[in-house]
């Protein structure tokens, strides 16, 4: 008999969600193959088997919050009774009872979609009759893992949805069209009474209200575990690390002929304006390790590699891949690197290995015709860099004025482990390399 335990998917997390499962006790399961759906506080990811054999009881079902290195499930050969369950086997206040119910517990109590979306609430365990009955209905539901997160967040009842992916899929556009003919059920009735949690102080410490003004209406959406994550996250960097912000102007013509050039040269439109800002970012770093680094407390980490990171923006977040070793990457290379880590990242099929490891992050928003913006620093790295759209202009050239593409970047920085100067130094080089894309 194998455990099937809650996988470690970062070094911030202590636990994780079970969103749904994909087999079901009695089914059979081979290594490698996709047990059930997790989501971390950063991405969902499919839980794969590493024991072949037979499912013989889901422990924590969907819905169900189990910490790392818990067990959530029990894989074992066809006719092998389940053990009795061992403290570390229902380690979440989130798991079913299974030694009250090692029946009842393996049939999900409720799809993610009829999963209430506080996580202290995964279903409680039924009596056997209703649990079997729901789950034949339950295992025809086929959806993607973000149509699925959607409809927990609006608790709509998947059941209720029209799929047109591939045999039925339910997918994000099925949701959006469903919400959008006013047919799913309202959201905003149970979640009033979330907020006003007894014994909890009234004031938060974000600075705006917790409650809604009189005669204001309006629905409570809960947060998911992305955008809590965050939202914390955010809130620690911001009160806790002094930010001082730099930004220059950076003509652009020659990164952009550059670009049109290694496009022609290739014979496909890879590369874009980010992939050279990408590299001319992680390629400045090299001669200023200050701002490659990470504060300790009573010292800095200079780190070694340089793997940038890159904002990307998903409806229910922002989430940063990162591009390993991209000084040392041909120009390329990180295009397809970023155009994989980008759409796989909106796909909800991103690896958390992926996600870790940055040691400097771009955000680019020039997509959105944004001038110039300032970032919060992503830590426990040392700096970020805000880059806008490359806009025509009148610029000076000598005694004449001419038009050029010009483009803001602003960095952000961590004054406990560098300076100003040495900000204002490192654009400098940024910028020589953008404008004189040969060295790159």
Not at 15 to 21: A, M, N
Not at 72 to 97: D, V
Not at 270 to 299: H, W, Y
Request: with cysteine; aromatic share 2%.
């Amino acid at each position: 008999m194998a455990e099937v335990i809650m996988p470690k998917m970062g070094d911030a997390m202590i636990e994780g969600k079970v969103l749904h499962w994909m087999k079901r006790p009695g089914d059979q399961v081979q290594v490698g193959e996709a047990l059930a759906e997790i989501e971390t506080d950063k991405v969902n990811v499919e839980l794969t088997a590493e024991e072949g054999g037979v499912l013989t009881q889901i422990i924590v079902g969907d819905g169900g919050v189990a910490p790392v290195g818990g067990t959530i499930a029990m894989i074992g050969r066809p006719g092998e009774a389940p053990p009795a369950p061992t403290p570390s086997a229902t380690p979440s206040p989130q798991a079913p009872p299974a030694a009250q119910a090692p029946q009842a517990a393996p049939a999900p109590a409720a799809s993610a979609a009829q999963a209430p979306a506080a996580p202290s609430a995964p279903g409680k365990p039924a009596p056997a009759a209703p649990a079997a009955a729901r789950a034949p209905t339950e295992e025809r539901i086929k959806a993607s893992p973000l149509a699925r997160r959607m409809a927990a967040e609006q608790s709509i009842d998947l059941s209720q949805v029209e799929g047109t992916g591939p045999e039925g899929r339910i997918t994000k556009e099925d949701l959006e069209a469903f919400i959008a003919r006013g047919t799913g059920p309202p959201a905003a009735p149970p979640r009033p009474a979330a907020p006003p949690t007894p014994g909890a102080p009234p004031a938060a410490p974000a600075p705006p209200p917790t409650a809604p003004a009189p005669g204001i209406p309006g629905a409570d959406v809960a947060l998911s575990r992305m955008r809590q994550t965050i939202a914390r996250r955010m809130s620690e960097s911001k009160q806790q690390v002094p930010h001082f912000y730099v930004t220059v102007e950076i003509l652009m013509d020659e990164a952009a002929k550059a670009r049109e050039q290694m496009n022609t040269e290739l014979g496909q439109k890879i590369v874009s304006l980010n992939d050279l800002i990408l590299k001319a970012a992680a390629v400045a770093l090299r001669a200023f390790p200050n701002l490659n680094a990470t504060f300790m407390g009573e010292m800095v980490r200079r780190h070694d590699e340089i793997h940038m990171g890159f904002a990307v923006a998903l409806p229910e977040g922002l989430i940063v891949p990162v591009i390993r070793d991209c000084d040392r990457k041909p120009i390329p290379d990180i295009a397809r690197e970023a155009k994989s880590l980008g759409e796989r990242a909106r796909s909800g099929k991103l690896h958390p290995t992926e996600l870790q490891g940055g040691t400097f992050t771009v955000s680019n928003l020039g997509m959105f015709d944004v001038e110039s913006f300032i970032a919060i620093i992503n830590p426990p790295q040392a700096a970020i860099l805000a880059v806008g759209s490359a806009r025509a202009q009148p610029v000076a050239d000598g005694d004449r004025v001419r038009v050029a593409r010009v483009m803001k970047a602003t960095i952000s920085a961590d004054h406990r482990v560098t300076d100003g100067a040495e900000a204002a130094r490192y654009l400098g080089e940024f910028r020589r390399l953008l404008q004189e894309p040969g060295q790159l």
